[in-house]
């Protein structure tokens, strides 16, 4: 196979299932001269018609979620979002990460959804798809916006992030945690930089994720890590590891994810694991489809996230086990909805 492209974690672009005709590199084992060269970011700004998303899944833990970028340049190879970018007349390759979608009336957008009447202040996830925090959020300050509504409102958010940015607003989730209407997760998937780099090349460092976790820990955020997901073969041998860094870096609450290849997902990791880890791909795949029932997803509620099998199981138990020893997760994090109030209705007061 060729070099891999720097910096990205898919190398090509998939099949899109929405259109009739398109240009793909369906085996990319067997074009040697089909040469990809490496693409620019594109910032798309778009005019979205809705933010904030109701979650209907059980298997994840927030109600709400809103994502101001859609796409997203950080190019984790296993993310499951990358089947969104379809939606759009994209692929869920190598486009995911390299057009970016920017929902520059966002801030307007959540606004207009929290004066609405029957709203009562539920908590918000930043992050529910896309990184909030990724790249584009340099230029276009589009979730520190959102934050600074959130605190004008006192409505509840919980971030979700893999990157060191979230530290440019502890200015404003610092007053918001001590009112105990903010927290902060980080998603940690490994400690071995040499697997980063190829597992989800464009995040931050796992050390810059620690010393994240201790700022964002020492300002009082509550914080947490989403270890995931856990591939077998590949950093399951690190959760032990993984948990024992955030717990010394002040987080209390934690959560895992059993990796799953939804999509366009299925082919895009396969590549990445044979032209990556050729010595032992078919044996991490194989350990995969037993963690799904011998497929490589699973799209039912209640399994999807955590798998099922003998892995699952031992990954399920080694979990519970570390936790408990390191004193994660001993109360439920709860965020504070009855603080949430209009600014125009409450000047009207006076």
């Given at each position: 196979m060729s070099d891999p492209i720097k910096g990205r974690g898919a190398q090509f672009n998939t099949a899109n299932k929405f259109l009739r005709q398109q240009n793909v590199r369906e085996h990319v084992e067997a074009i040697d001269e089909w040469e990809t060269p490496a693409p620019k970011t594109q910032f798309l700004e778009i005019e979205a018609a809705s933010l904030v998303n109701k979650v209907e899944s059980p298997d994840v833990a927030m109600q709400y979620s809103m994502n101001p970028y859609n796409g997203c340049e950080h190019g984790c190879i296993y993310c499951y979002a990358r089947n969104t970018h379809e939606y759009w007349g994209y692929s869920a390759g190598l486009d995911f990460e390299s057009k970016i979608m920017?929902?520059?009336?966002?801030?307007?957008?959540?606004?207009?959804?929290?004066?609405?009447?029957?709203?009562?202040?539920?908590?918000?996830s930043l992050s529910g798809n896309t990184d909030c925090y990724q790249p584009a959020e340099k230029k276009y300050r589009l979730t520190r916006s959102l934050i600074e509504i959130?605190?004008?409102?006192?409505?509840?958010?919980?971030?979700?992030?893999?990157?060191?940015?979230?530290?440019?607003?502890?200015?404003?989730?610092?007053?918001?945690?001590?009112?105990?209407?903010?927290?902060?997760?980080?998603?940690?998937?490994?400690?071995n930089e040499d697997l980063r780099r190829v597992l989800e090349p464009r995040t931050a460092t796992a050390i810059?994720?620690?010393?994240?976790?201790?700022?964002?820990?020492?300002?009082?955020?509550?914080?947490?890590?989403?270890?995931?997901p856990m591939i077998p073969g590949i950093n399951k041998h690190e959760?032990?590891?993984?948990?024992?860094?955030?717990?010394?870096?002040?987080?209390?609450?934690?959560?895992?994810?059993?990796?799953?290849?939804?999509?366009?997902?299925?082919?895009?990791?396969?590549?990445w694991l044979h032209q990556h880890f050729p010595d032992r791909a078919d044996k991490v795949w194989h350990l995969?489809?037993?963690?799904?029932?011998?497929?490589v997803n699973d799209s039912d509620f209640g399994r999807?996230?955590?798998?099922?099998?003998?892995?699952?199981?031992?990954?399920?138990?080694?979990?519970?086990?570390?936790c408990r020893k390191l004193g994660l997760n001993k109360e439920k994090l709860r965020l504070d909805s009855s603080q949430f109030f209009r600014p125009g209705q409450q000047g009207s007061l006076f």
């Open positions: 920017v929902k520059h009336n966002a801030p307007k957008l959540l606004r207009k959804f929290l004066e609405h009447t029957k709203w009562q202040g539920a908590p918000l959130c605190a004008a409102y006192n409505q509840p958010v919980g971030v979700l992030t893999k990157n060191a940015g979230v530290l440019r607003d502890m200015d404003l989730l610092a007053p918001m945690a001590a009112k105990g209407i903010a927290a902060v997760m980080l998603s940690l998937t490994t400690l810059q994720r620690i010393r994240t976790l201790e700022s964002l820990s020492k300002a009082g955020i509550p914080t947490g890590v989403m270890l995931g959760l032990p590891a993984l948990l024992e860094a955030a717990a010394n870096a002040g987080a209390t609450f934690a959560g895992y994810t059993f990796v799953r290849l939804n999509g366009s997902v299925k082919l895009l990791f396969h590549q995969i489809e037993s963690g799904h029932g011998g497929k999807r996230m955590r798998g099922e099998g003998l892995i699952a199981d031992m990954i399920a138990i080694q979990f519970r086990n570390h």
